[in-house]
């Protein structure tokens, strides 16, 4: 079992950034690989970054490719989303989530998800 809380959203600007971590609990963070997802009111989930389980692998919608950086500590038991040069489309709940062995980037195939915290971009 991992539980998962995001931690770090919030209003910004457009242009800017801001940095979401999600915390996961258990000793076992490393055999988990990580994915960020994003929901906007109205929409599907959709996939946002995904990460290896060592972290030499990365993935990114195309959306947020060169913008969204993902990172993990695997000794914090922490991933990381850094996000810049915001935009207002960029608005969405950011849902943080496990699958145990290799990257998966549908949201059906993720084993654990966190609450989600919100973004706000204004323009």
């Known amino acids: 079992q991992v539980q998962l809380v995001e931690s770090g959203g919030g209003l910004v600007q457009a242009g800017g950034s801001l940095r979401l971590s999600c915390a996961a609990s258990?000793?076992?963070?490393?055999?988990?690989?990580m994915g960020w997802f994003r929901q906007a009111p109205g929409k599907e989930r959709e996939f946002v970054a995904a990460?290896?389980?060592?972290?030499?692998?990365?993935y990114y919608a195309d959306s947020v490719k060169g913008r969204f950086t993902i990172s993990r500590d695997n000794a914090k038991n922490t991933v990381y989303l850094q996000m810049n040069s915001l935009k207002p489309g960029d608005t969405a709940v950011y849902y943080c989530a496990a699958t145990f062995g290799g990257v998966v980037v549908a949201p059906g195939g993720m084993d654990y998800w966190g609450k989600g915290t919100l973004v706000t971009v204004s323009s």
């Open positions: 990460i290896s389980r060592s972290g030499g692998s990365t």
């Open positions: 258990g000793r076992t963070f490393s055999s988990y690989a």
